[in-house]
C-alpha cells in the first residue's frame, strides 16, 4: 500500500511505516530507539553486519551506518546518520545484504553492486583489500556458447564469502573457503562461479553464516526419482544393511561414501568416524500397543561417524509426509566428488547400543506418523516386499523365522530422520587405494566430473502432483511408528487402501504461492555441527540435511556458528553452536537440527541469527509480534542471571505495544535491528491478525491431518471399500486444502515483510485457487457424509476415538461432554469451512482501510462478498447433505440402498400424497423422489430413474381440465403429474426446474460469485446438451445418444451409438437423423465396416455422400431413402487408386439406370451408353484398349442388333451383331482402302469370320467420294449428348429448387444458392483444405445476388460473367459443384481407355451440349440475360478508337461485328470450362490429327533449316516486305550486310530467326491459351506485329491484299514451329462462335488454316 494508494491517510501517516528501530545486542532489557538523522523514508529492508548495516528505501536508494571502515576519509569514525550511496543514484535497488564487513545490492534489473571487506575477495574484486563504494559485478555463465549476463533476485554475505541466486534458481558464488561450495581449492575466487552440484534444481533462499552456506531447495517431483542400486557406486558397500540381535533387528539404510573429511585428518578420526554408529535399542513392542506408536523416535539418533553421505544417496528429494515407502535415491545427488575411503584397516566394531533420546514431541509425532495406510500401489507395496525379500538374503532365515513369531516389531523400519539404527560396515574390497592414494585419486575424479559437466538433478516440474513425501527415502516412513508382521502381512494384501493423504499441493498452488516441499542443503565448515549433518566435518559441496526433509521449511537463517531453520508450522529448528544458548534448546548433540523451544504454543514467524545469539518474531497479544531472545547476554552489576550461564531459555525481549507491528528483525554483531510499522487505520493490525490467524489455522489443521485423519485411515476393516475410497478422497482433499493454507501462511509472512500493497494479496490475487480448494474439499466431504461415513466409522474408530476424545473436542473446539463422537468428528471436519468467514471479515476490515471511491477498496470488497457468498453456499451444502442423510435413514430398504450415491442430493419427495400419477389406478402406488440428478418414479416393486438432463416440464394449460397438472417429457415416455394443490404444484414445477437447471449447469459446486445466491434463473433451456441411452424404442433400444436435445427429442449435433457397434455422428433434427453425419455399420464377416459420410433426411440417407464398403468398394454421389438415387460413382476393386472397375452415372433405386460409362479396366473397355437395372441397355459405344471402336445397341451388357464396328486401322463394319465382338447377320465391311465387301457375316471379330457376299472395287472417283461417308455416321447410334448425365443436371436443377429444368421460382433459387453456401461454410470450418480452394472472401461475395436494373449492357453482361468466374471456383456454390462433375465425368470418359481418336466428335458434341444447359440455367438465374445469338446494343463511349487491321475504318471489339457484342453461350461460359476440360479433349485432338501433323512438322523442320533470306524469297515474300532491321531476341540491331549488297550478288547472310521475331513470339503463344476466342486473338495479334514490322520499314500507310499476306504470314507460321499447329485450328473450327467466322477474327483463323494445308503440301525444290 504505497503513500499514493492509502488515500485515508494523511501524508504523515506515510511515515509511521518501515520505521527503524535498533539497539545493542546480549541486552537483557533493551530500549529500541530510532536512528538518529534518519529523513523518514520508508524502509523496505534493511542488513546488519558485524559493525554497520545498510538499508534500502521504497524508492530504492541504498543508505549505510555503523563502521565503515572502506569509505575514504571515514575510515574510524561511526556514522550513526544513515549516508546515502550515491554510486547506486539512478539504480532502482530491491534487495541489500550485508555481510560481517562488506555489503551487496541487486537492481531491478538483477545486477549487483558489491562494496566493502575485500579481503578473501567477497567483493569479487581482485587485489584489493576495500571497495570504497557499490561496484558493478559481472557474472556470466561460461559454459553457454553465447555468455549472457545472468540476472540476479537475492544475494546473501558471509564473512569471506558471497552469494547470490539468480533468476533461474542457481547459486553463484564468490570469495574464499569451502563454504563456497566450488570444486577449487585456490582462493580468493574473484570471478562469480555457479555451484555446480546445486544446478538444475529449484533454490528457493539462500543464507550465509560466517563460514557455513545454507541453500532452501524445493524438492524434486516424484518421477524424477531414480531406483536405488543395491551397492555403492564408489565404496561397493551395501547401501541396506540389516543386523540381528537376540531381541531385535536392525535395518539401516544410512550407508554413504563419506565426503568433506579434511584429507589431512589422521587415520584414527578416520576409524571413529566410521565405527561409531550409534544404534538403538529395539525393545518388542507389540503391535496392539496402538498408543505407544505416537512416541516416534525423535530426529536426534544420529551418526557421529565420518559423514554418512546417506543424504546424498537418498537424497530424499520430496519428503512430505507419506505413507509410501519410496525411494527416492537421487544417485544422481551422491556427490561428485566422492572419496572412495579407504577401510581396509577398519576393525569390524561391534555395534555399540545406546538408549535412545526420547523427546516426545508434538511435531515428530505429527511427521513420523506419517504412515496410516500401506503405501501407493505403485513402488510401496513391492519396495517393503522387496525389502523383506532383502532382509532375508542378508541375515538369513532367522529373520522370517522371527517374524513370524511375531516377537519382532520394528520400532520405526527405516527411520528416516538421521536415526540411524545401525550400519554393519562390510569388509571392504581389497583394491581400495590407501589414503595417501585418496588425494590424487580424488583430484582425478574432480578433473574428470568436472569436464563431463555433470548437472546435478533434473529440472523440478511444478505441476507433478506430489504425494506426500512419496519419496522419503528407502524407509517406511513410519507406517505407523511400528511395523509388525501383521502390518507387513497387511501391506501385501491390502490393494485398496493405497491412498493416504496424496496430492497434499496442486501445481497451480506451487507456481503462485511458496512452495513448502523443500529440502535444506547446507555447506561451508562444520566445526560447531552448524551444517546440521550429526558430525563437526566440513562440506566441499551442497549436501543434504536429512532430518528436515518433510519440514516444510520456508525460511533459512545462518549465524555465526548455528543456524536456524523456520517451518511453515511456525516452529524453529536450531543446530550449531550453543555455547550462549543461542539455539534455545538443550537437546545434545546441536550437530543436526531439533525443535527450538522459544515459547509456550505461539508461533514463531521471523527468525534471525547473530554471531552468538538468535532472535525471535512472535505472535503475542492482539496479534501483535513478540520479540524474543536466546544468546549471549552482557552481564550488568545489577542484573540476576536466572540461570546457570550457559543456557538461557529464551526470553522475552520486547513486548512491543509501544513499538508498533515489528514486521521484521535483523541480528548484525553487536547491533539488533527491527523495522516497524504504526498501525494506521487498522490496516497493519488487520494484515497481522490475517496472517498470524492463518499460520494458526494451518497448525490446527496439520493436527487434524497427523492425528485424526493418518490414524483413521490406518485402522483396519473400514467397511466397504467404496466407503474407504470416499474417506481417502475427502483426505486427499483435506491434504490439499492443509498444504494451501500452509502456503498461504508463508506467503502472508512474506507479504508483511515486503511493501504491502492490498492489490498483491494472495487471497485476492488467486482468490480462484482458494474458492475451488474449499469446494473440493466440501464436495469431498459431504459426500463421504452422504453415504453416512461418520457413523459407519464409529464403529472400527471406536477404540481410537475414545482414546482422543479430549484430543477431538479440543481440535474441533466443541467442550460438551456429552456430544456424541460422530457429531465432534462431523464438527472436526466441518471446521476449515468456517475460516472463509474470517476471510471475509478480514478482508473487508482492510477495505475500510481505503476511500470507498479506491480500487482497492472494491477489489477487497468483491473478494470479501466472494467469500462469504461461498461460505453460504457450502453451509447450504452441508445442509442438503444432512437431510439426504436423513432421507436415508427414514427409507431403508434394497430400492433406496441402490439410489444412493455419494454425489446425490434429495430435493423433495411425495411421501405426503402431494403428487400422484395421472389415471392411475386406484390401489398404485406412486412415488416420486426428486433428487438433484434424477427423479425417480417408485412402484410397488419397481422404480424407474429419470435422468434431469433429458427431463422436460411444464404445466399442463387450465383448459385441459387438469389444473394441477404437469407434463413430463422424456426421451420415450411422456406422463402427467397431478398434484393435490396448486402450492404444492407450483412447488414441484419451480423444484424440478431448478433441478434440471443444475443439472444442466453442472456447477452445482460454485455458487454464482458477485450475485446473491437466490437470483437463478427459472425455465431450464429447452434446447440443451445431454447424454441418454434408450430402453424402450425399437430402432434405438440400448443405444447411447450424446448430444443436443429439442423437448426429449435428438435435435442439432449428437453422437447415436448402438449396442451392436453402428454408429452415427452428425445432425439429428425431431429425434432423427437429419443434416450432414457420419454412419459407420461394422461388418462381422470383413471385420472391417462400412462408412458412410453425407447428407441425411428424417432419418435415411439423402443427398450427396460418400459410401465406403467393408468389401473396398467406394460410392460417392447421391442418395435417396437409404438407396443410391441420382448421379453417382462407384469404384470397386481393392485399391481404390488401381481399382479393377469404375462407374459413373445414373442411378435409380441403387441400380444403375440411365446414361452411364464403365470402365472395366482388368478386360481394358469402356462403355458409354444406357444401363437399365444395373445392366447395359440400348444405344452405346464401347472401346477398347486395342483401339476398337463399337457403336450400336445393348441388351443385357452384350452388343445386339445393328451396329458399327471400327478397328485402328479403319476397318468398317456395319452390320448386325448377336454377341460382344461376334458378327452375325447382314452387314457390309468396309476396307481402309475403300473397297467393300456386302453379305451375310458370322464369327468372332478379330479370330476370322465367315462371310458370304459380294465383293466391291470402287473407281478412285466414288473412292474418294464414298469413304468419308462411313466415319461421317459415326455417333447416329451413340447417345445423343443432351441425353448425357441428366441427373448431373436435374441434381443442379433440384438444388435450386426447380422440379424441372426451367420451371420454378428465380428468387427461391437464389435463396437457394444463399444457404448452400452458408451451410457448406459453416460445415467446412473444421476442414480449411476445402475452404482454401474458394476463399472465404469469394464465398462472401457470392451470397450478394447481382441485381439489375434498366436496359441491359455490356457492362451487366461483365458483372454476370464475374459472377459466373467466382461461382464456377467454389464447388459449395451449386453452379460451381455442377461444372465440377461434369469435369469429373468427362474426364472419367475421354481418359485412358477413352482417349480413342474414334470419340473426338462425341467429346466436341458433348462440350456443346453442356454449354447449352448451364447456358440455361444462367439465363434462368438471370432472366435479363439476352438469348443465344443476340446481341447487346453497345454505348457510344465505350467505342474506343483503334485502327482495324485491313480497312481503315475504327472498331470497337475484336470479336464484334458492328451491331454490338453477341451472346453466345460459348463466349460467356467456354472460358470457365475449357481450361478444366483442355487436356483430355486437346488429347483427342492430337490423336485425331496425328498423321496430318507427322507431314506437317517434317516439311515445318525441314524448312527452317533455312536462313531468313533463302526462305523469304523461297515463299515469294515481296522484297519490299522484307525488313532492313533484323530484330534478335526482341532487340533491333542494324544487319551487317544491306540489302543492296545482297542484291550485288554477295553472300548469302546466314541470320536465322530474326525477320518478324515478334509477329513469331506473339504466334506461339497460341499453345498457352484455352479458349478459340483467346487463341484467335492471338492470331489477330500475330498479324497487328506483322503490320507492324512492315510500316517500321515502309514507314507509309498501306492497306493489305491477300496475296501480299500470305506469304508473310506463312513465314511466320514455319518460323513459330508449332507443333500441333492441326488440333489448335481443328478446336477453333470446332468449338469457335459462328458469328466470328466472317468477321475479321474469321478471316484470319481462314488463313493460318490455309497456311496449315499449305504447309503440308509444300514442295520443297
Avoid at 433406496?896 to 392411475?920: F, M, V, W
Wanted: aromatic share 8%; with cysteine; charged share 20%.
Amino acid at each position: 500500500m504505497d503513500p499514493k494508494e492509502e488515500s485515508s491517510a494523511d501524508q504523515e501517516g506515510a511515515r509511521e511505516r518501515g520505521l527503524v528501530y535498533t539497539w545493542q545486542a546480549g541486552c537483557c532489557y533493551p530500549d529500541p530507539e530510532r536512528l538518529p538523522g534518519w529523513s523518514g523514508k520508508i524502509v523496505l529492508q534493511a542488513a546488519v553486519g558485524i559493525n554497520h548495516g545498510v538499508l534500502l528505501s521504497e524508492d530504492g536508494e541504498v543508505y549505510s551506518f555503523g563502521k565503515l571502515p572502506w569509505r575514504v576519509e571515514l575510515e574510524d569514525a561511526y556514522i550513526s546518520c544513515p549516508v546515502l550511496e550515491k554510486a547506486l543514484n539512478g539504480q532502482h535497488v530491491v534487495t541489500v545484504a550485508a555481510g560481517s564487513f562488506h555489503c551487496g545490492a541487486v537492481t531491478e534489473g538483477g545486477d549487483v553492486y558489491m562494496w566493502g571487506g575485500n579481503s578473501a575477495g567477497q567483493c569479487a574484486v581482485a587485489n584489493q583489500a576495500f571497495v570504497p563504494e557499490p561496484k558493478p559485478i559481472s557474472i556470466s555463465d561460461s559454459e553457454a556458447s553465447h555468455p549472457l549476463p545472468i540476472r540476479i533476485l537475492q544475494l546473501a554475505c558471509g564473512e569471506e564469502h558471497t552469494l547470490a541466486l539468480s533468476l533461474s534458481r542457481e547459486i553463484w558464488a564468490w570469495g574464499s573457503g569451502c563454504q563456497l561450495g566450488l570444486i577449487t581449492n585456490t582462493f580468493p575466487v574473484t570471478k562469480p562461479q555457479k555451484v555446480e552440484y546445486l544446478a538444475g534444481r529449484v533454490v528457493l533462499q539462500i543464507a550465509c553464516g560466517a563460514s557455513h552456506s545454507l541453500a532452501l531447495v524445493q524438492c524434486l517431483p516424484t518421477q524424477d526419482i531414480k531406483p536405488i542400486p543395491e551397492r555403492c557406486n564408489h565404496c561397493s558397500q551395501l547401501l541396506i544393511t540389516m543386523t540381528d540381535k537376540e531381541d531385535h533387528v536392525i535395518i539401516s539404510d544410512s550407508h554413504c561414501c563419506p565426503l568433506g573429511v579434511v584429507l589431512a585428518d589422521s587415520h584414527s578420526e578416520c576409524h571413529i568416524s566410521c565405527s561409531s554408529l550409534e544404534t538403538l535399542e529395539r525393545k518388542s513392542i507389540t503391535s496392539s500397543q496402538g498408543d505407544d506408536c505416537q512416541k516416534t523416535l525423535t530426529e536426534d539418533q544420529t551418526l557421529a561417524a565420518a559423514e554418512y553421505d546417506a543424504a546424498s544417496v537418498f537424497s530424499n528429494s520430496d519428503a512430505q509426509e507419506d505413507s509410501g515407502i519410496s525411494s527416492p535415491g537421487n544417485l544422481l545427488i551422491m556427490d561428485k566428488v566422492t572419496t572412495k575411503q579407504h577401510l581396509a584397516s577398519l576393525p569390524d566394531h561391534p555395534l555399540n547400543e545406546k538408549p535412545m533420546d526420547q523427546q516426545p514431541e508434538q511435531h515428530s509425532q505429527e511427521e513420523d506418523l506419517t504412515a496410516c495406510l500401506p503405501s501407493p500401489p505403485g513402488p510401496g507395496t513391492s519396495a517393503l516386499n522387496s525389502l523383506v525379500v532383502s532382509c532375508a538374503s542378508a541375515v538369513g532365515v532367522r529373520v522370517a523365522a522371527t517374524c513370524e513369531a511375531g516377537a519382532l516389531s520394528l520400532k520405526k523400519v527405516m527411520n528416516f530422520y538421521g536415526t540411524v539404527p545401525g550400519d554393519t560396515v562390510s569388509p571392504p574390497s581389497a583394491g581400495s587405494p590407501s589414503l595417501d592414494g585418496v588425494k590424487d585419486s580424488r583430484e582425478e575424479q574432480v578433473r574428470q566430473e568436472s569436464m563431463q559437466g555433470k548437472k546435478s538433478s533434473s529440472l523440478v516440474d511444478i505441476r507433478e502432483e506430489e504425494s506426500e513425501g512419496v519419496c522419503r527415502r528407502l524407509s517406511l516412513p513410519g507406517l505407523l511408528s511400528q511395523v509388525s508382521p501383521r502390518l507387513l502381512r497387511k501391506v501385501g494384501r491390502a490393494k485398496m487402501r493405497t491412498v493416504a493423504l496424496t496430492p497434499t499441493y496442486s501445481g497451480e498452488a506451487d507456481a503462485l504461492l511458496p512452495s513448502l516441499r523443500t529440502e535444506v542443503w547446507s555447506w561451508g565448515k562444520g566445526k560447531e555441527g552448524q551444517l546440521g549433518h550429526g558430525d563437526t566435518l566440513p562440506r566441499l559441496q551442497p549436501l543434504c540435511v536429512k532430518s528436515l526433509d518433510g519440514k516444510e521449511v520456508i525460511h533459512l537463517s545462518a549465524g555465526g556458528h548455528h543456524s536456524l531453520a523456520l517451518t511453515a508450522k511456525s516452529q524453529v529448528y536450531s543446530w550449531g553452536s550453543n555455547t550462549f544458548g543461542q539455539l534455545s534448546h538443550l537437546s545434545s548433540p546441536t550437530t543436526v537440527p531439533r525443535l527450538a523451544k522459544v515459547c509456550d504454543d505461539k508461533g514463531i514467524w521471523n527468525i534471525a541469527a547473530g554471531p552468538d545469539y538468535s532472535l525471535f518474531l512472535v505472535d503475542g497479544e492482539e496479534f501483535q509480534p513478540s520479540l524474543y531472545y536466546s544468546g549471549r547476554e552482557e552481564k550488568k552489576e545489577s542484573d540476576v542471571l536466572p540461570e546457570d550461564s550457559c543456557f538461557k531459555n529464551s526470553t522475552l525481549l520486547l513486548n512491543c505495544s509501544k513499538l508498533g507491528y515489528i514486521s521484521s528483525v535483523m541480528a548484525g554483531g553487536n547491533n539488533c535491528l527491527a523495522l516497524v510499522d504504526k498501525n494506521i487505520m487498522g490496516y497493519i493490525a488487520s494484515l497481522h491478525e490475517l496472517a498470524s490467524m492463518e499460520r494458526q489455522f494451518y497448525s490446527k489443521l496439520s493436527a487434524i491431518k497427523s492425528q485424526v485423519l493418518r490414524p483413521l485411515l490406518g485402522l483396519d476393516n473400514l467397511g466397504a471399500s467404496s466407503t474407504v475410497q470416499l474417506l481417502q478422497e475427502m483426505a486427499s482433499m483435506f491434504s490439499k486444502l492443509c498444504y494451501l493454507i500452509g502456503q498461504h501462511g508463508a506467503s502472508l509472512t512474506s507479504f508483511i515483510q515486503g511493501s504491502k500493497e492490498a492489490k498483491n494479496l494472495a487471497v485476492l490475487k488467486h482468490s480462484s485457487l482458494f474458492l475451488e480448494s474449499y469446494t473440493e474439499y466440501c464436495t469431498s466431504l459431504t459426500n463421504f457424509l452422504v453415504m453416512g461415513g461418520f457413523t459407519l466409522l464409529s464403529k472400527p474408530a471406536m477404540d481410537f476415538l475414545t482414546k482422543s476424545q479430549a484430543l477431538l473436542q479440543d481440535l474441533s473446539e466443541t467442550n460438551e461432554e456429552a456430544f456424541p463422537l460422530v457429531e465432534v468428528l462431523n464438527t472436526l471436519f466441518f471446521l476449515p469451512i468456517r475460516r472463509l468467514h474470517n476471510y471475509a471479515r478480514t478482508l473487508l476490515k482492510l477495505a475500510t482501510c481505503f476511500e470507498v471511491a479506491s480500487p482497492e477498496y472494491q477489489s477487497l470488497q468483491d473478494a470479501s462478498s466472494c467469500y462469504e457468498t461461498l461460505a453460504v453456499h457450502l453451509s447450504r451444502k452441508r445442509k442438503e447433505a444432512e437431510y439426504t442423510l436423513g432421507f436415508w435413514k427414514t427409507f431403508p430398504g434394497k430400492m433406496t440402498d441402490s439410489l444412493r450415491k455419494p454425489e446425490r442430493r434429495l430435493i423433495c419427495e411425495s411421501s405426503n400424497r402431494g403428487l400422484s400419477l395421472q389415471h392411475a389406478g386406484r390401489f398404485s402406488v406412486n412415488w416420486f423422489i426428486l433428487f438433484n440428478d434424477a427423479l425417480v418414479h417408485a412402484q410397488f416393486s419397481t422404480h424407474h430413474i429419470f435422468s434431469l438432463s433429458t427431463l422436460w416440464v411444464e404445466p399442463v394449460s387450465e383448459e385441459s381440465g387438469n389444473t394441477n397438472g404437469l407434463r413430463v417429457t422424456t426421451p420415450e415416455e411422456q406422463f402427467i403429474l397431478v398434484s393435490s394443490t396448486p402450492q404444492e404444484k407450483t412447488k414441484w414445477l419451480r423444484a424440478i426446474s431448478q433441478a434440471v437447471d443444475q443439472a444442466l449447469k453442472g456447477t452445482t459446486d460454485l455458487p454464482p460469485y458477485g450475485v446473491s445466491g437466490n437470483i437463478q434463473r427459472q425455465e431450464p433451456p429447452i434446447s440443451r446438451s445431454a447424454k441418454y441411452t434408450f430402453y424402450k424404442d425399437p430402432r434405438l433400444k440400448d443405444a447411447t445418444y450424446n448430444g443436443r436435445w429439442l423437448s426429449g427429442k435428438p435435435h442439432g449435433r449428437g453422437v447415436l451409438k448402438w449396442a451392436d457397434g453402428r454408429m452415427y455422428s452428425g445432425m439429428f433434427r425431431s429425434g432423427l437423423e437429419d443434416g450432414h453425419g457420419e454412419y459407420k455399420i461394422p461388418s462381422k464377416i470383413l471385420n472391417k465396416s462400412d462408412r458412410y459420410v453425407g447428407y441425411w433426411k428424417e432419418g435415411k440417407m439423402c443427398g450427396q455422400g460418400i459410401y465406403s464398403y467393408a468389401t473396398g468398394e467406394v460410392y460417392e454421389g447421391s442418395f435417396q431413402d437409404n438407396m443410391r438415387h441420382g448421379h453417382g460413382l462407384l469404384r470397386s476393386g481393392k485399391l481404390t487408386s488401381t481399382s479393377p472397375s469404375m462407374f459413373i452415372g445414373q442411378w435409380v433405386m441403387d441400380k444403375k439406370t440411365g446414361y452411364g460409362v464403365f470402365d472395366d479396366i482388368t478386360r481394358g473397355e469402356k462403355y458409354m451408353g444406357m444401363w437399365q437395372d444395373d445392366l447395359g441397355q440400348g444405344n452405346g459405344v464401347v472401346v477398347t484398349q486395342f483401339g476398337l471402336y463399337y457403336e450400336g445397341a445393348f441388351s443385357s451388357n452384350k452388343m445386339m442388333g445393328t451396329g458399327v464396328l471400327l478397328s485402328e486401322d479403319d476397318t468398317v463394319y456395319e452390320g448386325e451383331f448377336s454377341d460382344n465382338w461376334t458378327l452375325n447377320g447382314k452387314g457390309r465391311l468396309t476396307l481402309p482402302n475403300g473397297d467393300t465387301i456386302e453379305g451375310i457375316f458370322s464369327g468372332e471379330w478379330g479370330s476370322g469370320i465367315k462371310i458370304a457376299g459380294t465383293y466391291f472395287k470402287p473407281s478412285l472417283y466414288d473412292h474418294e467420294k464414298e469413304r468419308p461417308k462411313t466415319l461421317r455416321k459415326l455417333g447416329n447410334l451413340a447417345v445423343p449428348a443432351d441425353e448425357k448425365w441428366k441427373a448431373v443436371f436435374e441434381e443442379c436443377w433440384h438444388q435450386l429448387g426447380c422440379e424441372q429444368p426451367g420451371q420454378g421460382d428465380r428468387w427461391k433459387a437464389w435463396d437457394n444458392i444463399a444457404v448452400a453456401l452458408t451451410t457448406n461454410r459453416r460445415q467446412h470450418k473444421d476442414s480449411p483444405e476445402l475452404l482454401s480452394r474458394s476463399h472465404a472472401q469469394t464465398l462472401e461475395s457470392l451470397e450478394f445476388i447481382p441485381k439489375h436494373v434498366g436496359a441491359f449492357t455490356l457492362e451487366k453482361y461483365d458483372n454476370i460473367k464475374k459472377y459466373l468466374i467466382k461461382a464456377c471456383d467454389t464447388p459449395l456454390h451449386p453452379l460451381g459443384k455442377l461444372v465440377e462433375t461434369l469435369v469429373a465425368v468427362y474426364r472419367m470418359t475421354y481418359v485412358g481407355v477413352g482417349a480413342n481418336r474414334r470419340l473426338l466428335q462425341e467429346a466436341v458434341r458433348e462440350i456443346k451440349s453442356y454449354l447449352k444447359r448451364i447456358f440455361q440455367l444462367v439465363r434462368f438465374l438471370f432472366p435479363d440475360l439476352p438469348e443465344e445469338g443476340s446481341s447487346i446494343p453497345l454505348l457510344v463511349t465505350e467505342t474506343k478508337g483503334r485502327r482495324s487491321f485491313c480497312s481503315g475504318k475504327n472498331d470497337s471489339r475484336p470479336e464484334s461485328p458492328e451491331p454490338g457484342y453477341v451472346v453466345t453461350s460459348s463466349g460467356l461460359l467456354l472460358p470457365v470450362l475449357l481450361p478444366r476440360l483442355y487436356p483430355p479433349l486437346f488429347m483427342l485432338y492430337a490423336l485425331d490429327n496425328e498423321r496430318e501433323e507427322d507431314v506437317y512438322w517434317e516439311c515445318v523442320l525441314r524448312l527452317n533449316k533455312q536462313p531468313d533470306m533463302a526462305l523469304l524469297s523461297f515463299l515469294g515474300v515481296q522484297m519490299k516486305f522484307w525488313p532492313t532491321k533484323t530484330c534478335i531476341l526482341g532487340e533491333n540491331k542494324k544487319c551487317t550486310v544491306l540489302l543492296d549488297a545482297w542484291l550485288q550478288g554477295h553472300v548469302l547472310p546466314n541470320t536465322k530467326d530474326a525477320c518478324f521475331a515478334s509477329a513469331v513470339e506473339c504466334l506461339q503463344q497460341i499453345s498457352t491459351t484455352f479458349t478459340p476466342a483467346d487463341k484467335l486473338k492471338v492470331i489477330q495479334q500475330t498479324f497487328e506485329e506483322i503490320s507492324q514490322s512492315v510500316l517500321e520499314s515502309l514507314h507509309e500507310d498501306f492497306l493489305w491484299s491477300m496475296d501480299d499476306l500470305f506469304p508473310v504470314f506463312l513465314y511466320v507460321v514455319l518460323r513459330a514451329r508449332i507443333r500441333n499447329l492441326g488440333s489448335e485450328v481443328h478446336l477453333i473450327e470446332d468449338l469457335m462462335d459462328p458469328y466470328l467466322q466472317h468477321g475479321e477474327q474469321g478471316i484470319m483463323f481462314t488463313t493460318l488454316k490455309a497456311c496449315y494445308y499449305q504447309i503440308q503440301h509444300e514442295k520443297l525444290t
